[in-house]
């Protein structure tokens, strides 16, 4: 089944899913505590991202299973994290194209504070021309409820930019500094799912009412820890 068949028989399949689960576009996250650097526009200064991972001259570059696309990320747990959220995106809400995902970069110029995660390769742009800073509601509400879904099974370890007070759509980001026990967890969980045919991305039905409750009340915890920041 190619991937946009699946998206539109997905799409007739969840309407009313998506009439009942609608709110949670509008529920944010919290993001982690930033590093120094300038709060918009400019150069980033330092030696780590607003996340607090070291800033790379240069990362490795890795595949996204199944998309035939590639980016370059810091390695091991992030690249474990941010390489599932890009196949998830790829088998579930379209098929990934050459330069669509954004890693790594070196420059240092930004207009966001949370983009200078890209120069510690812990942040990726999924398609960033079409869901730029700024804009909201660019995803079809199929789509927003796939990505809700991939937040909630990462437990908080990944920070989506739909959610962050300046928006961008396109962005997400590793949400905690390195060595923290909730990234370390979630990347196990990932590879053991790398490992079991059925299991994790390609597998997922995001629209399963347990799936979909789960979400939901994923998004409603992270507003009310938002709001308390």
């Not at 930033?34 to 918009?40: N, Q, R």
């Not at 890009?86 to 966001?112: C, K, M, W």
């Not at 398609?127 to 991939?150: C, M, Q, S």
């Not at 490992?195 to 409750?213: H, M, Q, S």
Request: glycine letters at 14%; zero cysteines; a neutral charge.
């Amino acid at each position: 089944m190619i991937v946009g068949e699946f998206s539109r028989r997905r799409f007739v399949g969840a309407a009313g899913a998506v009439a009942g689960t609608v709110m949670l576009g509008s529920m944010g996250t919290a993001g982690p505590a930033a590093a120094a650097g300038p709060s918009s526009g400019g150069a980033w200064q330092g030696d780590l991202s607003a996340n607090g991972w070291p800033v790379l001259e240069e990362a490795e570059e890795f595949g996204i299973e199944g998309s035939g696309q590639s980016v370059r990320l810091a390695g091991g747990e992030a690249a474990v994290i941010l390489l599932y959220v890009a196949r998830r995106f790829h088998y579930e809400i379209d098929q990934l194209r050459r330069g669509d995902v954004h890693g790594h970069t070196p420059s240092r110029r930004i207009n966001q504070r949370y983009e200078s995660n890209h120069l510690s390769g812990t942040a990726i742009a999924i398609r960033p021309d079409a869901y730029p800073v700024g804009v909201k509601d660019g995803l079809y509400p199929h789509e927003l409820l796939i990505v809700r879904d991939i937040l909630a099974e990462l437990d908080g370890a990944v920070v989506w930019g739909g959610d962050l007070s300046t928006p961008k759509e396109s962005h997400f980001e590793i949400a905690l500094e390195p060595g923290h026990p909730k990234v370390k967890g979630v990347a196990r969980k990932i590879q053991g799912w790398n490992t079991n045919p059925g299991e994790g991305a390609g597998a997922v039905d995001a629209f399963l009412p347990d799936r979909l409750a789960r979400a939901k009340t994923f998004a409603r915890s992270a507003a009310q820890r938002s709001a308390l920041r």
